[in-house]
């Protein structure tokens, strides 16, 4: 896709699934501040259903897992499912973060909380043109 000289391209759409109230709002804060479109899911299927559409966006998802100590195979299966559709950050303050692949789940990267927001941002801006920062 080629941009006019002196426009910058579209950014995508960000999804946000996340559970903390507060900390999604800071996200939506954050992101629609910086100019992209932001948009919520409450559950997993919200979050199924919304990542179909044919807009270009970015996941930004906490999969949290039932356990501490992993995620289950379920929701593994569910990471997999949505990062199938568009490039998926997955955002997590659990302990498994430091043990799990990035590659094996098939996300861009895995974000431990806390996180700096600054950082966030250069991998979604990663994202948007198809090289990772943490790459």
């Known amino acids: 896709m080629t ?3 002196g426009e910058r391209p579209r950014h995508p759409r960000v999804l946000i699934f996340e559970d903390d109230p507060a900390f999604r709002m800071v996200l939506v804060e954050f992101f629609a501040d910086e100019g992209f479109d932001v948009a919520t899911c409450d559950s997993y299927a919200q979050l199924h ?18 356990s501490h100590a992993e995620l289950s195979q379920a929701e593994r299966d569910q990471v997999r499912d949505v ?6 950050i997955l955002l997590t303050g659990r302990s498994w973060a430091a043990r799990v692949s990035a590659r094996d789940l098939g996300v861009v990267c895995v974000v ?6 600054d950082a966030l941002m250069a991998e979604v801006l990663g994202c948007s043109y198809g090289v990772a920062a943490s790459e």
């Open 3 to 5: 941009t006019p000289r």
């Open 49 to 66: 259903q919304a990542v179909r559409s044919p807009e270009r966006q970015i996941v930004l998802a906490d999969f949290w897992g039932t």
């Open 112 to 117: 431990s909380k806390p996180l700096m927001l």
């Open 83 to 88: 990062a199938r559709y568009a490039p998926m």
